[in-house]
C-alpha cells in the first residue's frame, strides 16, 4: 500500500501525491503561517510553496518514517482544523511523560490502540491544561485513522454542533474519541451518555478526556434528568477506568515556572 492510497480511504479530505516529484499537494486552508511553523521545526528539511488556493510540500529531503508521519499529521489536520497549533503534530512516540502518571496515560495509550483490553469499555482521561490529554487524544486518533477503522474524532466546538453525529455515526463507529469533554451541558453532555451506553451495549471502545472529572460531569449532567441517572450512573462509571494526569503544562518549557 503507497502512502497516498493510505491517505485517501482513511480522510474526507484527500491529500494529493506525486511520487515522481515528491510533491504532496493540499488545498492552503487551514495552513496558516503558525500551522507551517509548527510543521517546519518538526520536519526542518520541509520546504513548501503557495499558489491561488494551493499549498504544495516539498518531501524529496524525507525519509521514509518522516513521509508516513507527515503525511499523518497533515491529512488529520485537514480534516479537523481547529486543532491548536501545538497538537498538529502530535503522535504517542512523540509524547514524553514528564512523571508516572503521563508515563501510565502512556501505555495506556498504547494498550488502547493495540488490544481488546478496552472492547465494550473506555478510558477517561481528567487533569490540569496542558499535561498531555489532548495529544494523547489525536495521537490515538491518528493512528486508527491510518490503520483504517472506523473512528470518529470530536473535540469543542464539535460538540456544540448537533449536525457533527448523526444517527448512522452512532450506529458504525467502533472507536471514538471525544476530546476536551468539558462541560456536563448540552449537545457534548448528550453525546457522552449516548456515546457510552452504544459502546456498553455493543461494543467497540471510547476515549475521553477532560479538564473535570467523570464524577463532577455526571452529577451535574443528570440534573433535568433524574431518572436517566438513576439508571445510567453505575454503568458509565463501571464501565470506564479513569486516568488522572497532573504535572506542568507542556506548554511551559520543563523547569520553567
Known amino acids: ?7 485517501s480511504h482513511t480522510t474526507e479530505k484527500e491529500v494529493l501525491v506525486d511520487p515522481e516529484e515528491q510533491i504532496v499537494l493540499s488545498e492552503k486552508y487551514p495552513f496558516h503561517p503558525a500551522a507551517l511553523e509548527t ?24 525519509s521514509e518514517e518522516q513521509l ?49 483490553t478496552y472492547k465494550g469499555r473506555g478510558l477517561f482521561v481528567t487533569g490540569a491544561v496542558g499535561t ?6 489525536v495521537a490515538l486518533a491518528k493512528q486508527f485513522f491510518m490503520l483504517g477503522e472506523e473512528t470518529r474524532y470530536i473535540a469543542d466546538p464539535g460538540y456544540r454542533d448537533t449536525r457533527e453525529i448523526d444517527r448512522e455515526d452512532r450506529r458504525i463507529t467502533r472507536t471514538w474519541i471525544l476530546d476536551d469533554m468539558n462541560s456536563p451541558f448540552g449537545e457534548g453532555m ?29 452529577s451535574h449532567g443528570f440534573v433535568t434528568e433524574p431518572n436517566e441517572e438513576e439508571r445510567f450512573r453505575d454503568r458509565i462509571k463501571g464501565m470506564y477506568e479513569i486516568i488522572k494526569v497532573t504535572g506542568e503544562s ?6 520553567i515556572r
Not at 132 to 137: E, Y
Not at 200 to 213: D, L, R, Y
Not at 250 to 255: H, I, Q, S, T, W
Open 1 to 7: 500500500m503507497t502512502y497516498n492510497e493510505r491517505i
Open 39 to 62: 510543521l517546519q521545526a518538526e520536519y526542518p528539511h520541509l520546504a513548501y510553496a503557495e499558489e491561488d488556493d494551493l499549498i504544495s510540500f516539498n518531501v524529496s529531503r524525507f
Open 68 to 116: 508516513y508521519f507527515f503525511y499523518q499529521d497533515i491529512s488529520f489536520f485537514i480534516n479537523n482544523p481547529e486543532l491548536p497549533r501545538e497538537n498538529i503534530i502530535c503522535r504517542l512516540d512523540n509524547f514524553h511523560p514528564r512523571n508516572a502518571s503521563q508515563e501510565r496515560l502512556l501505555q495506556a495509550a498504547y494498550d488502547f490502540a493495540a488490544t481488546e
Open 132 to 137: 498531555g490529554k489532548t495529544h494523547s487524544a
Open 190 to 218: 448528550k453525546y457522552f451518555k449516548q456515546i457510552t451506553m452504544r459502546v456498553h451495549n455493543t461494543g467497540g471502545k471510547v476515549f475521553v478526556t477532560s479538564n473535570q472529572p467523570l464524577e463532577y460531569l455526571l
Open 250 to 255: 507542556y506548554r511551559k518549557p520543563a523547569g
